[in-house]
């Protein structure tokens, strides 16, 4: 007889690389939220979003930005008296909605994300005027000139490649790093 994966459970396998203990375990204390240095900026605080997660609420989860604009400085899980890996949550869970197709379509982080693991299977290597494009256009034209401006200004002082630049054994890396990450072929 198949078995139904649980939203939750789903979340646990998609953490299952990183370690740390299962949301269940959260004793919801707050501290997440607390030392979260962007909670201010979330729809929903971590703390709540790990009980939604726990109580199986797949489609409000999948709602919020909150994980969108996590910073990923871990302070949330180093402060987790249950040892939560919850920056690791953060990612897992875009992710998730990155796998599964279900963001809101104004976001920017998606296909940053999307734009940011290509070119590190086409190079090894992050190549920033490319991951520019993911959200240049979408800025208004005084922030086009500005970031612009910006980024010649960096090329000129060599703090930004013009050309990108490839890892050696390429080839190598490619092989090891599609058998992780299920983008397909380029
Ligand atoms: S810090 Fe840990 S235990 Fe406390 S609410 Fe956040 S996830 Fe739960
Ligand atoms: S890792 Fe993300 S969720 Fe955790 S404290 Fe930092 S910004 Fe907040």
Redesign the pocket.
């Known amino acids: 007889m198949a078995t139904t994966v649980t939203f939750s459970r789903e979340i646990a396998n998609l953490l299952h690389a990183a370690g740390g203990e299962p949301v269940s375990s959260?004793?919801?204390?707050?501290?997440?939220?607390g030392t979260c240095p962007v909670s201010d900026f979330m729809d929903v605080r971590?703390?709540r979003l790990?009980r939604m997660i726990d109580a199986g609420l797949k489609d409000q989860v999948m709602a919020t930005r909150s994980f969108w604009y996590c910073a990923s400085c871990y302070q949330?899980t180093v402060?987790?008296?249950?040892g939560?890996d919850?920056a690791e949550l953060m990612y897992g869970l875009k992710r998730y909605t990155i796998w599964k197709k279900q963001y809101p379509e104004d976001l920017i982080g998606p296909a940053f994300s999307e734009t940011f693991v290509k070119n590190i299977v086409r190079t090894g290597r992050s190549y920033e005027p490319v991951l520019a494009t993911s959200y240049f256009f979408t800025l208004g034209l005084k922030e086009m000139l500005q970031e612009a401006q910006g980024a010649t200004m960096l090329m000129l002082k060599g703090r930004l490649p013009v050309l990108p630049a490839r890892i050696k054994r390429l080839e190598n890396f490619k092989r090891m790093i599609k058998r992780i990450i299920p983008i397909g072929d380029e």
């Open positions: 959260c004793m919801q204390c707050g501290t997440c939220s971590p703390q790990i949330c402060r987790c008296p249950r939560i919850i």
